[in-house]
């Protein structure tokens, strides 16, 4: 999906967890991510690891349809890509 003229990409991407749970995550380092991408992401307490499932514009309409927000400030952040060890250590739980 294209992103419409004048406007910016859109900063959110839903993230896939091991449990099938889904969530939304905000871009704030404009990390170049892609369908399947691992990556980790702020938890409470601490960072989860989960992989990338929607990401553009598809992502907010994912939002509105679930009644999130875009400009709401309780979307966590995705950290950065997974690192080997940051894998190594996912698949292990």
């Given at each position: ?14 993230i896939?967890f ?8 905000r871009?704030v ?21 989960g992989t ?6 598809l992502?907010r ?31 292990d739980?």
């Amino acid at each position: 999906m294209q992103v419409p003229e004048g406007n910016e990409l859109f900063d959110c991407v839903e993230i896939r967890f091991k449990n099938g749970r889904k969530s939304f995550y905000r871009n704030v380092n404009n990390l170049s991510l892609l369908y399947g991408d691992a990556v980790a992401v702020e938890a409470s307490p601490g960072h989860d690891m989960g992989t990338v499932s929607v990401t553009g514009e598809l992502v907010r309409l994912q939002m509105k349809k679930n009644n999130i927000e875009a400009d709401d400030e309780g979307i966590k952040k995705v950290y950065r890509k997974a690192s080997q060890n940051d894998l190594k250590k996912w698949e292990d739980v």
